[in-house]
């Protein structure tokens, strides 16, 4: 009977041999792997598809090629490459840590978890990522891919989320984690996860761990992992305030740096049901004409949706200066669209950007 390093080791190799022959080698991040490369792509794939990040990755990493260029950037011009990809905390975040190596590290990202993870943003999986795919150490992942491989292959119940399933699958990342060609092992097994261990469809007939997986022998695969326990998103309702003065200046204010949209610029809002009118009143402008409602927008955050009804309207006077504050100013539409906007917010610009060309 073989024991559990040899039953690791044997897992490995089986890995490692399709990872040689089937594994991903074309991801820009990939050309060169280096640490900073590697870590910028797993922050960007932190709730998002890899061919979502792709081309944000690469106007990234063309604007900031290095720790020290990143740390260098103007927060702003950080937002608007990061503007669409949404979980704007993970840009903050980064590039808060790069500021962090420059003065810690001399500009290299460490080469210990312990290290990593007390950065801004760089989790236990993140770091291992790091250190195994930019600088070869061996250290394991649990990405979502991962986790859910090892729920099938292992037979691991319960929703990985969980504190004691969350602990019992880095045991068995750790196990099975080996100390020659640590990086192409954890490719092998994201890419795995993410080509035929599918959370829909799996291809298990190509798997080359299939003849060991216990959620394939016990006719499972389609109940691992345990889904997370449902839960009713709330609804929220909000009106956002496209306000333009005579010169078709469009009114924009920061956001606070913590909370949803920290740090980015979105037009004012006013409550749901509110007279838009009186609440330019109330704020020292005199609406001139009707406000124009434009469809309501729907927008999901990973805890809520929100129901955005946009109200255009002008209003006078015309204000005294422009960008005369860091927290507010007036845009036209146009240059507008350089700054660091939520999604649903630069669609909204884009068209009045169209109506103005």
Same mark, same amino acid.
């Given at each position: 009977m073989a024991r559990p390093r040899d039953a690791a080791g044997a897992f490995a190799g089986r890995v490692l041999d399709w990872h040689r022959q089937h594994g991903r080698r074309d991801l820009p991040w990939q050309h060169p792997r280096t640490p900073y490369r590697v870590w910028v792509s797993e922050i960007m794939l932190q709730q998002t598809q890899v061919a979502t990040v792709i081309p944000y990755y690469t106007r990234f990493l063309a604007a900031f090629p290095s720790v020290a260029l990143l740390a260098a950037a103007d927060e702003d011009a950080v937002l608007a490459h990061w503007s669409g990809l949404g979980y704007y905390r993970r840009a903050r975040h980064l590039q808060r840590a790069a500021r962090l190596v420059v003065e810690l590290h001399g500009g290299e990202l460490p080469r210990s978890v312990e290290a990593l993870v007390a950065l801004p943003g760089i989790g236990r999986s993140t770091a291992g990522a790091i250190l195994s795919l930019g600088h070869g150490l061996p250290a394991? #992942?649990?990405? $979502?891919?991962?986790?859910?491989?090892?729920?099938?292959?292992?037979?691991?119940?319960?929703?990985?989320?969980?504190?004691?399933?969350?602990?019992?699958?880095?045991?068995?990342?750790?196990?099975?984690?080996?100390?020659?060609?640590?990086?192409?092992?954890?490719?092998?097994?994201?890419?795995?996860?993410?080509?035929? *261990?599918?959370? +829909?469809?799996?291809?298990?007939?190509? *798997?080359?761990?299939?003849g060991g997986?216990? +959620?394939?022998?016990? $006719?499972?695969?389609?109940?691992?992992?345990?889904?997370?326990? %449902?839960?009713?998103?709330? =609804?929220?309702?909000? =009106?956002? #305030?496209?306000?333009?003065?005579? $010169?078709?200046?469009?009114?924009?204010?920061?956001?606070? %740096?913590?909370?949803?949209?920290?740090?980015?610029?979105?037009?004012?809002?006013? +409550?749901?049901?509110?007279?838009?009118? +009186?609440? *330019?009143?109330?704020?020292?402008l005199r609406p001139e004409g009707l406000p124009e409602a434009w469809p309501l927008i729907r927008h999901a955050f990973s805890h809520y949706r929100l129901d955005i009804t946009p109200v255009r309207l002008a209003v006078t006077p015309d204000p005294a200066g422009v960008n005369d504050s860091g927290e507010h100013g007036w845009y036209k539409p146009g240059d507008a669209l350089a700054l660091g906007l939520p999604a649903p917010v630069r669609r909204l610009i884009e068209r009045l950007a169209d109506e103005e060309n």
């Open positions: 394991p #992942l649990l990405d $979502g891919n991962v986790r859910r491989l090892f729920c099938r292959h292992f037979g691991v119940d319960g929703w990985p989320g969980l504190a004691r399933v969350e602990r019992h699958l880095w045991e068995l990342a750790e196990q099975h984690l080996p100390t020659a060609n640590p990086g192409d092992y954890n490719q092998g097994l994201m890419d795995l996860g993410a080509t035929l *261990c599918t959370r +829909a469809n799996p291809d298990c007939a190509g *798997c080359p761990l299939a997986c216990h +959620a394939l022998r016990d $006719g499972r695969v389609a109940e691992l992992p345990a889904p997370r326990p %449902p839960r009713i998103a709330p =609804q929220k309702r909000t =009106q956002m #305030l496209l306000r333009y003065d005579r $010169g078709g200046r469009l009114l924009l204010e920061r956001r606070p %740096p913590t909370g949803i949209w920290g740090g980015l610029y979105a037009p004012p809002e006013c +409550a749901s049901g509110r007279d838009p009118e +009186a609440w *330019c009143a109330d704020h020292g």
